[in-house]
């Protein structure tokens, strides 16, 4: 179970969300985890810019992600898909603009790491992996990289953890390479013990960027059967090209161009709008 976040990291809302049309987005049935997320929100963005040396990478960049939500954001190279992760992670500052986890924590006043405590877990294009250690070390490491307050408070639960390594172990499917070095699985093993790196952190929201790419088929249908099994318990947000792969696994698609929301819908509903067609799909 995670732990509350920290006291200094919960700041006062900057707004009243009561009543909001953000209220319909996401079914709050969640343990709650110390987050607060009574409005069934779990990620606000508001108006977020983002330039570097005078270009714009993101233009009043608006979207919610509701709890338990499997998000797909699609979009051409260069629309600003990495760098609205970067600026929910904290890498990259926002010049302007609104970054809620929940309803208290502002994640433009929080540190990377804070915000990896809090409950948001990314999973980069090419993964890192410790090579030469093996799976269940790399499990094992990566739940201890969360050096929470609570973590030492947490420390006597060691079968907890063992416990919740062996579930991860066994949802990624590596229970059988479990003492295997990790430099001897496959490039999609490789992704899948990346993910189980991230969920032995228990995090709330999962952002992972192009995560089949590179993959096998089988690879592929794998992932898109473990995102949907995770989506709910936890909200996922999904960059990806593979147009197979989002029509497979996304309840709910998001397309950006030019750093904003160019449009919003379910996969049809968003392959039928002219202006993606023109922008992203091609004729
Ligand atoms: N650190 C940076 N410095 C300058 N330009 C950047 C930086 N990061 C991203 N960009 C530019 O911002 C735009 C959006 O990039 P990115 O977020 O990587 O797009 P996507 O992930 O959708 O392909 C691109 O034009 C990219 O060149
Ligand atoms: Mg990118």
Known sequence: M???????MMVAPAFDPAGSSRDAIGASTLANKGLNIRHGT??????????FDGFKALTNLTLYIGVGELRCIIGPNGAGKTTMMDVITGKTRPDNGVAYF????????????????????RKFQ???????????????????TNKSVWASLRAKL??????RID???????LDASRNRPAGLLSHGQKQFLEIGMLLVQD??????????????????EFTAELFKSLARKHSLMVVEHDMGFVGS???HVTVLHQGSVLAEGSLEQVQNDERVIEVYLGR
């Open 2 to 8: 995670r732990a509350a976040p920290v006291p200094e």
């Open 42 to 51: 779990i990620l606000t963005l508001e108006d977020i810019n983002v330039s």
């Open 102 to 121: 929940g309803e208290t924590l502002d994640l433009t006043q929080m540190s990377e790491v804070q915000i990896a405590q809090s409950g948001i877990g």
């Open 126 to 144: 090419k993964p890192t992996v410790f090579e030469a250690l093996s799976v269940f070390e790399n499990l094992e490491l990566a739940q201890k």
């Open 158 to 163: 060691t079968g907890e953890q063992q416990d």
């Open 167 to 173: 579930e991860v172990l066994h949802t990624i499917k």
């Open 203 to 220: 995090p709330q929201l999962l952002l992972l960027d192009e995560p089949v790419a590179g993959m096998t088929d089988a690879e592929t």
């Open 249 to 251: 696994i996304a309840d």
